[in-house]
């Protein structure tokens, strides 16, 4: 269990009530994940101000890369589907930034939908045995 003995943290419950928001079962979003978006958000200083409305909106990211255009639109209406396709879309462009992170997040633990994953690839460079690339 990563949450330990006292139980999990409230920011935790938060980013679990933004993707049930957003139409995603937070029973199949794992706990690393959670854990990591949270440790994204609190790492860049996002969660001083309003953690709640934060973590929302970051669950609401994150269920969107996870359903999809067309699942994410059945459930949230097709404004907000269009404003988090513009937020994909701005992945291409800012590289660095939270969504960027998020969309890398689900592609690396296997969640993201195939609409999203096949908008990006992950490449690593392939070392041989005895260390000479090829």
Request: aromatic fraction near 8%.
């Amino acid at each position: 269990m990563i949450f330990g003995f006292f139980g999990r943290k409230k920011e935790i419950h938060m980013i679990d009530d933004g993707l049930k928001r957003a139409g995603t079962f937070s029973a199949v979003v794992p706990d690393a994940v959670k854990l990591t978006l949270w440790r994204l958000a609190k790492d860049r200083g996002l969660l001083k101000d309003n953690p709640e409305a934060t973590l929302h909106d970051l669950a609401g990211f994150l269920s969107y890369c996870i359903l999809g255009q067309e699942d994410f639109e059945d459930f949230n209406g097709p404004e907000d589907a269009k404003e988090m396709l513009r937020r994909l879309e701005m992945v291409k462009i800012f590289e660095d930034g939270i969504d960027a992170e998020i969309v890398l997040l689900t592609l690396h633990a296997g969640l993201a939908d195939e609409t999203t994953a096949g908008q990006y690839s992950i490449e690593a460079e392939a070392d041989s045995a005895d260390g000479v690339q090829s």
